[in-house]
């Protein structure tokens, strides 16, 4: 491999975490320089250059600070071959869509990763996943294709990419569709690569406040109308099935949507939601003709990122309505 420059930006998470005699468990702290060391023992042929943009557990990152994060990837300098970002697991798959959406990797290769286990645990996963995204981020194959997340040795698309355990090393999926690629003997192969979709603009601060509504059976969803008199500006709703609520609901969500948008995804995790299969009230028809916007493929958490984002650039009707379609 010739000389490859990456930058490393590190957000904090597990993969930074360590125990400290302050705290009862372990911590993000500093040590982006640490990543530089061990990526580079691992893989002559890259110079690593680290960032500390942020050092928070991943579900303190707010959209500002993946606005932030876009932002300095793009200004980043033409010698800068590809990005690898660190950060804490529980958001990863937020904050890769979100990069994804803003086409943070037009111009080169953005690969998100983290850690299972911290500095603190016995056989850390952290020096293994930096080495293989930064193997991703060196790679040609890995152009033009959206942003990735590298984990345990599995590629996936920013897209599909969900994490489905608390626990295992290999945490993360891409169900129906599956990794688009994989690491092996230090190399990266991207056999799948993603449909591109058209970029958003990117905001200065993202404004709008929107919930996260997951239901069940029974659920009569009571509290949808009063979101707007809390100050949220929108709504997913993470039906059952391929997007469904109770009938003791639908008059709720009506409410709701009469007032905010409110964006309908399913809580499967695998799968899109119906739009012309279920007739019965509470069905997508029927919420559907009651003004719901459908989330396609997307699950809660990433209709919930591509929401925000659209309203925060204040889209609305059928202009949010046509923009929400061109990317789910």
């Known amino acids: 491999m010739n000389q490859r420059r990456i930058s490393l930006i590190t957000l904090g998470g597990t993969i930074s975490s360590e125990a400290t005699r302050a705290t009862s468990g372990v911590v993000p702290v500093s040590g982006a320089d640490l990543f530089r060391q061990e990526v580079e023992h691992w893989v002559p042929g890259i110079e690593l250059l680290p960032h500390e943009l942020r050092l928070v557990p991943s579900p303190s990152l707010h959209l500002d600070d993946l606005l932030a994060l876009h932002r300095y990837v793009v200004a980043l300098p033409d010698d800068v071959d590809g990005v690898v970002v660190s950060q804490g697991t529980d958001t990863i798959e937020e904050t890769a869509f979100a990069l994804d959406l803003l086409g943070t990797a037009a111009d080169r290769p953005v690969v ?48 599909w990419v969900s994490k489905r355990s608390t626990f295992h090393v290999d945490a993360f999926s891409s169900d129906p569709l599956g990794p688009i690629g994989y690491v ?34 029974g659920d ?109």
């Open 112 to 159: 998100v990763t983290g850690a299972m286990r911290s500095r603190a645990a016995a056989g850390e996963d952290g020096p293994a996943n930096l080495v293989s995204s930064a193997l991703v981020a060196a790679s040609e194959q890995a152009r033009d294709a959206g942003v990735l997340v590298q984990f345990a040795d599995l590629v996936h698309s920013a897209r």
């Open 220 to 328: 009569d969803l009571a509290m949808l109308p009063s979101l707007a008199d809390a100050g949220y500006d929108g709504v997913v709703l993470s039906g059952v099935g391929a997007g469904h609520v109770a009938a003791s609901a639908v008059e709720n969500v009506s409410a709701a949507a009469s007032r905010i948008p409110v964006l309908l995804a399913s809580r499967t995790g695998a799968g899109p939601v119906a739009e012309r299969t279920y007739g019965y009230p509470g069905g997508e028809i029927d919420l559907v003709e009651r003004g719901v916007l459908t989330a396609g493929r997307l699950s809660p958490v990433k209709a919930r990122v591509l929401l925000a984002l659209l309203l925060s650039a204040g889209l609305t009707g059928d202009t949010l309505r046509a923009a929400v379609a061109s990317h789910t």
């Open 184 to 217: 092996a003997e230090g190399q990266a192969h991207l056999e799948h690569l993603p449909r591109r979709r058209p970029a958003l603009a990117a905001t200065e601060s993202a404004t709008a406040r929107v919930a996260l509504v997951s239901t069940g059976s």
